[in-house]
């Protein structure tokens, strides 16, 4: 019940295009969820996040739309660029647990 | 740069042996997390502490052990290798609470042959 199932494990799009990982949750205790990128031979680093008291949350050409009812979120990249390539990952938390709970990342390369 | 530090970048041991890694947070935070990066099991939370305290502790191993200092410097204690330890380690620093941002440093690569 703590995991967080993320999808796809790949992703391939073109420049100027939308990339969209979803992710889905089983715990209802969950009430953060922010998204993680990272590159190569670094560590993670926050992207955005969202509370489920919105459905979404937009910052730049970065969206999270969040479907409490159907325990799902998921990040919206607009207008790709290849220095967008990297791996992202979902993640969960809960006051009691307080720790992240990763989905299993996703690697999107964007084409030129 | 997070302001995390991790030391070292690499650690190069054999199976059975004991190593230390060590984590330096971003001014300020009290509080530390280690995580696990391995291909087959992605990113797992290990321990948590905070001002000195232990706080949660994932699916770690009782051969991994972890402290905070009274000048918030963590170390993770990782005995009696084994070549599935092989992983990125990383530790993470935040303000305090489980909704402030966590920040993570470069990890340090742990190989065990």
């Known amino acids: 019940q703590q995991q967080v199932k993320q999808s796809p494990q790949s992703l391939i799009v073109q420049k100027g295009g939308i990339s969209i990982i979803n992710c889905a949750y089983e715990n209802t205790a969950f009430d953060y969820f922010p998204w993680y990128q990272q590159f190569p031979g670094k560590g993670p680093a926050l992207l955005i996040a969202i509370r489920p008291d919105v459905s979404e949350k937009k910052e730049g050409r970065f969206t999270i739309s969040f479907n409490k009812s159907a325990k799902q979120f998921s990040l919206h990249i607009m207008d790709s660029q290849p220095g967008d390539s990297a791996t992202y990952f979902c993640a969960a938390s809960t006051p009691r647990l307080g720790r992240l709970t990763f989905g299993e990342g996703t690697q999107l390369t964007v084409n030129p | 740069d997070s302001g995390v530090t991790q030391t070292p970048k690499h650690l190069i041991t054999a199976t059975g042996q004991r190593v230390t890694l060590r984590c330096s947070p971003r001014s300020g935070d009290l509080s530390v997390y280690w995580y696990q990066q391995s291909l087959d099991q992605g990113l797992q939370f290990l321990i948590h502490?905070?001002?000195?305290?232990?706080?949660a502790k994932g699916n770690i191993l009782e051969r991994f052990s972890a402290q905070q200092f009274p000048d918030l410097h963590s170390e993770l204690n990782l005995s009696s290798l084994e070549l599935g330890d092989s992983a990125l380690y990383f530790c993470?620093?935040?303000?305090?609470?489980?909704?402030?941002?966590?920040?993570f440093g470069p990890g340090t690569r742990l190989t065990v042959l």
């Open positions: 993470a620093s935040s303000v305090g609470t489980y909704t402030d941002t966590q920040y």
């Open positions: 502490y905070y001002n000195g305290e232990e706080r």
